[in-house]
């Protein structure tokens, strides 16, 4: 709790001094500077109390396992708009890579609302933690093995920013953040819930280095759900 | 007369680049910094009236800091900005540190503080 009160209470008094500045900002772009670290705060308070609200409703068994028929296209292209929109990064940020091209329209059954919730916190992590305007790929593709069950693979690619790289033993551990995330507005919740979604989908979310780059990368197995 | 020298130490870029521009507004000379070490780097190439420490740092926190910086300047004005209140899981008030200042802090009461704080230290 102690580490949700410094958080929201951060972005707070960046609200508390701008509300002032923005009354008597002397120049139109001291306006628009101060207007915009205020909408950034009000930004993060709200990713706080809905990485809350996302917690709480696992915990109480009221987020929805229930899986449903999507292509992988039809669902990450509205999650990236948004994600994009809401951090003001450009539409072209996040590049979708398929194995092969037929992948994007494939149908998949799956628990949609958690592939959403783990896909949105690992490329909102990307967004947030690279460097400004380093690209970020999200590669999907689909693994066949003769007698097994298909496999559908994500993996986010994205470099390494000033955060620094996480504890590879603790990354998954409820508030953990890495040495220097304290630079950035976050709950350390948001990779804790997206590893309990993948394994309540019979999954495992990894992160490895590679040489510059940070990768997450989980895979679904056909017909392995969570259960409802 | 030259303005007020202020260094603030908040790792969080946010809340640094807000505190700084706000007080350079109030007509201060504002540097910042994310760490106890960076400070050490900021005062070894100029001195300061006052500091503004973020109690909650990763590694050497404010009080440690304070302690540090109390020994070594001993006319330093000294600002503690916190999110928790004292004997709230924020500690003790320590007696390095000349105010205290609970997070989010308003903007004049900032202000206020660390224009007397400087003139305090100006005067001794």
Known sequence: MDLLVHEIKTPLTVIALGSKALAQAATPAQSALWEQRLQQAVANIVDILDSCSQVSRFEGGALSAEASVFAPESLLSPLIQSLCDATQAPADRIAVRYDHAQDASLPWTGSTAY???????????ALKYAPPESPIALQI???????????LQFAVRSAIGPAGVPDPTKVFERHYRAPSASRFSGTGLG???????????????????????LVFWFTLTEGVHAPP | MSPYSIVIVEDNLAVQEALCDHLREQGFEVRGVDSGAALDAALAQSSAHALVLDLNLPGEDGHSIAQRMRARFPRIGILMLSAALAGAGGGARQPQVDVYLRKPAQAQALTDALRALCEAADAR
């Open chain 1, 191 to 213: 990779l804790w819930l997206s590893q309990q979604l993948a394994l309540a989908m019979g999954s495992r979310i990894h992160m490895s280095q590679e040489g510059a780059q």
């Open chain 1, 141 to 151: 593709g689909r693994l066949h093995w003769r007698g097994q069950p298909t496999q």
């Open chain 1, 115 to 125: 592939l959403q919730i783990i896909l949105n916190n690992l490329l909102g992590n």
